[in-house]
């Protein structure tokens, strides 16, 4: 698409590198239904609604910025996600992508596991009242603390990231009596396309136990030789917002060799393998996510025929999607405060939050999408990059969009697909108050996690 394909081109067009910037195709009031979640549609008046709800009626009474997470869509991705695997199969979000005693409840309602990998989630996922047994804790330096807490709570599995937490497993379930079941987390050797801090599967990095130099095999034989541990399974996850299936599949090939490798050595078949999560979402009009439907199938046939191949009786397939779950659900709502034009490089638009409430532009030079969504405008395109409020000139939340150029203060302006490692990266970098996440759902909506506040600050401030 060139610059030319809109009539009007954006402002400063004539200076920007050619080829580079394109101005919008499609009107800037359309809502792209791939980065948006279900139920929200713009108004008679223009003004974007979810859940049934008018962002300017929720801005009023939560105020800027928030996370608006749509509670109907969050509930039909788990069951999209739970029909496609069927019950051969388990599905674990993944709460690192967000949780909180809402989510959790919603996870148990709709049938789901719960993928923890700290003592903070774990006590969440308990506190909520998730079963022990649906709960899989997974975590490359679990504290021994964590571990007794883990094993004592009864979690139906412990994913095993290195020699010494196999001891260290193995002796606290010995020690409680327990015959903990553990999967044992590998490296498959496979360089995920996707952002170097996010890929997870490559030899050198910190996660998993190496399947290369025969590592993996061993840690296999010392789990199956100690007392306290069952093991059930093998697993892998190679990273995160991928798109292309070829990673998972050489995955999943890798781990059934291991499967067919420990059949011939011990004359065990281990009855579950888990390929982890990772699947991409749409942040702007150019990504094409994948359906649950077709990645169960994609997954299912691959591990189907390689086990065929092999020998080996079908294992029990797990997922672990956090972000294809959770992120399309939820957008941050802003008010816009200072624009600024640049001339002749683009328009800065300043919102009320910024890195603080989401981290993903700054660490991985993520793209989002943004829209004016407290009203429609005819105005032409103008390009912008949209800021925070922070002290430093990293802090971004879009690199490049196009925005209204009749954009004014006041106006409200909303991030799609913040529903993922948005609210659970947030900081409170120069002391910003983390925002609130609001539940939304037929025409209610309901604060899940409050607004920080400063004597929230303060009272962690001891000194
Ligand atoms: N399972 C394991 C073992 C994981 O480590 C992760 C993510 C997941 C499942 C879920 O992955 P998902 O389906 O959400 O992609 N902060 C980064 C993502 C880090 C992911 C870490 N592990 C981001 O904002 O992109």
Same mark, same amino acid.
């Given at each position: 698409?060139?610059?030319?394909?809109?009539?009007?081109?954006?402002?400063?067009?004539?200076?920007?590198?050619?080829?580079?910037?394109?101005?919008?195709?499609?009107?800037?009031?359309?809502?792209?239904?791939?980065?948006?979640?279900?139920?929200?549609?713009?108004?008679?008046?223009?003004?974007?609604?979810?859940?049934?709800?008018?962002?300017?009626?929720?801005?009023?009474?939560?105020?800027?910025?928030?996370?608006?997470?749509?509670?109907?869509?969050?509930?039909?991705?788990?069951?999209?996600?739970?029909?496609?695997?069927?019950?051969?199969?388990?599905?674990?979000?993944?709460?690192?992508?967000?949780?909180?005693?809402?989510?959790?409840?919603?996870?148990?309602?709709?049938?789901?596991?719960?993928?923890?990998?700290?003592?903070?989630?774990?006590?969440?996922?308990?506190?909520?009242?998730?079963?022990?047994?649906?709960?899989?804790?997974?975590?490359?330096?679990?504290?021994?603390?964590?571990?007794?807490?883990?094993?004592?709570?009864?979690?139906?599995?412990?994913?095993?990231?290195?020699?010494?937490?196999?001891?260290?497993?193995?002796?606290?379930?010995?020690?409680?009596?327990?015959?903990?079941?553990?999967?044992?987390?590998?490296?498959?050797?496979?360089?995920?396309?996707?952002?170097?801090?996010?890929?997870?599967?490559?030899?050198?990095?910190?996660?998993?136990?190496?399947?290369?130099?025969?590592?993996?095999?061993?840690?296999?034989?010392?789990?199956?030789?100690?007392?306290?541990?069952?093991?059930?399974?093998?697993?892998?996850?190679?990273?995160?917002?991928?798109?292309?299936?070829?990673?998972?599949?050489?995955?999943?090939?890798?781990?059934?060799?291991?499967?067919? &490798?420990?059949?011939?050595?011990?004359?065990?078949?281990?009855?579950?393998?888990?390929?982890?999560?990772?699947?991409?979402?749409?942040?702007?009009?150019?990504?094409?996510?994948?359906?649950?439907?077709?990645?169960?199938?994609?997954?299912?046939?691959?591990?189907?025929?390689?086990?065929?191949?092999?020998?080996?009786?079908?294992?029990?397939?797990?997922?672990?999607?956090?972000?294809?779950?959770?992120?399309?659900?939820?957008?941050?709502?802003?008010?816009?405060?200072?624009?600024?034009?640049?001339?002749?490089?683009?328009?800065?638009?300043?919102?009320?939050?910024?890195?603080?409430?989401?981290?993903?532009?700054?660490?991985?030079?993520?793209?989002?999408?943004?829209?004016?969504?407290?009203?429609?405008?005819?105005?032409?395109?103008?390009?912008?990059?949209?800021?925070?409020?922070?002290?430093?000139?990293?802090?971004?939340?879009?690199?490049?969009?196009?925005?209204?150029?009749?954009?004014?203060?006041?106006?409200?302006?909303?991030?799609?697909?913040?529903?993922?490692?948005?609210?659970?990266?947030?900081?409170?970098?120069?002391?910003?108050?983390?925002?609130?996440?609001?539940?939304?759902?037929?025409?209610?909506?309901?604060?899940?996690?409050?607004?920080?506040?400063? &004597?929230?600050?303060?009272?962690?401030?001891?000194?």
């Amino acid at each position: 698409m060139s610059r030319s394909a809109h009539p009007a081109g954006p402002r400063h067009a004539d200076v920007l590198p050619e080829g580079h910037y394109s101005a919008p195709a499609t009107d800037l009031n359309e809502l792209d239904a791939k980065v948006w979640s279900r139920t929200v549609t713009r108004d008679a008046d223009g003004a974007l609604t979810v859940g049934g709800m008018e962002v300017a009626r929720l801005a009023e009474e939560f105020g800027t910025p928030a996370y608006f997470l749509d509670e109907s869509d969050f509930r039909a991705r788990c069951r999209a996600w739970a029909d496609a695997f069927g019950p051969d199969a388990d599905v674990f979000y993944a709460g690192k992508a967000f949780l909180s005693r809402a989510v959790v409840r919603w996870l148990t309602e709709e049938g789901l596991n719960l993928d923890v990998c700290s003592g903070g989630e774990l006590a969440t996922a308990l506190d909520a009242g998730m079963p022990a047994e649906r709960i899989a804790f997974h975590g490359n330096n679990k504290t021994v603390a964590e571990i007794e807490r883990a094993v004592e709570a009864g979690v139906g599995r412990i994913v095993l990231d290195s020699f010494q937490e196999i001891v260290r497993v193995a002796h606290t379930a010995q020690r409680l009596g327990i015959r903990q079941r553990v999967q044992i987390r590998v490296t498959v050797g496979v360089e995920a396309h996707t952002h170097e801090f996010i890929a997870t599967a490559h030899e050198d990095q910190k996660f998993g136990i190496a399947l290369a130099g025969g590592q993996a095999a061993e840690a296999v034989r010392r789990a199956l030789t100690l007392d306290g541990l069952e093991l059930i399974g093998i697993h892998s996850h190679i990273g995160s917002q991928i798109f292309d299936m070829a990673g998972f599949e050489v995955s999943a090939r890798r781990v059934v060799q291991l499967l067919a &490798e420990v059949r011939d050595e011990h004359g065990v078949e281990l009855p579950e393998i888990d390929l982890g999560g990772g699947l991409g979402i749409a942040y702007t009009s150019d990504d094409d996510p994948r359906e649950p439907h077709e990645i169960a199938k994609s997954l299912g046939d691959i591990v189907t025929r390689e086990c065929e191949a092999a020998g080996l009786r079908t294992p029990r397939i797990s997922v672990e999607p956090g972000r294809a779950i959770v992120g399309p659900t939820a957008f941050t709502l802003y008010e816009v405060g200072t624009i600024k034009p640049l001339e002749g490089l683009r328009t800065y638009v300043s919102v009320d939050g910024g890195m603080s409430d989401n981290i993903r532009t700054a660490l991985y030079d993520a793209e989002y999408s943004v829209a004016l969504v407290s009203r429609t405008s005819d105005a032409e395109p103008m390009l912008v990059r949209v800021v925070g409020k922070h002290c430093e000139s990293g802090d971004i939340v879009v690199k490049d969009a196009f925005l209204p150029s009749d954009l004014a203060p006041g106006d409200l302006i909303a991030v799609p697909a913040t529903g993922a490692y948005c609210r659970s990266m947030a900081s409170n970098y120069n002391h910003a108050l983390r925002p609130p996440v609001v539940a939304v759902r037929d025409g209610q909506a309901r604060v899940i996690v409050r607004r920080e506040t400063e &004597e929230d600050l303060l009272r962690l401030d001891v000194g």
